[in-house]
């Protein structure tokens, strides 16, 4: 049986208590969304109900670098090595920029992956945004 989505919500806001930080500061504009920073990476957190199939779904998305406008051949080959090597999270380009995102069902989610995910997103994205920015657009 699915829960409720203030549970997951609940769930959110004691991990990012645990991360140290005020989950009411890190709300966003709407319910169920909050707003993070992990190092000089950002990370946004959705947790929802989709109506048409009255699912709810819990996402991370952290926004790493522009896609950059010369050598994109590379920098897409770039990242999709770089996907072999991440668990859990992928690049990923939406309107010519790259995000790490995860997405799952929020059934059966617990306390201890909502923090492992936060944790690596956050991570990913620290450690690969000054990187990428660097290599294709320079200091």
């Given amino acids: 049986m699915q829960q409720p989505i203030k549970y997951y919500y609940e769930i959110i806001e004691s991990c990012i208590r645990d991360m140290g930080e005020d989950p009411v ?11 993070l920073k992990r190092g000089s990476a950002s990370v946004w957190v959705d947790v929802w109900e989709m109506e048409s199939n009255k699912q709810i779904y819990f996402q991370l998305l952290s926004p790493v670098v522009g896609v950059p406008p010369t050598n994109r051949e590379a920098f897409y080959q770039e990242l999709l090595q770089i996907n072999h ?20 069902e929020a ?33």
């Fill in 25 to 35: 500061a890190c709300r966003g504009e709407l319910e169920g969304q909050w707003n």
């Fill in 85 to 104: 090597t991440l668990y859990g999270v992928a690049f990923t380009i939406k309107d010519n920029y790259a995000y790490i995102k995860m997405i799952r």
């Fill in 107 to 139: 059934q059966g989610l617990d306390k201890t992956e909502a923090a492992a995910m936060l944790d690596r997103i956050g991570y990913y994205a620290d450690l690969y945004d000054d990187k990428l920015r660097e290599k294709y657009f320079g200091k």
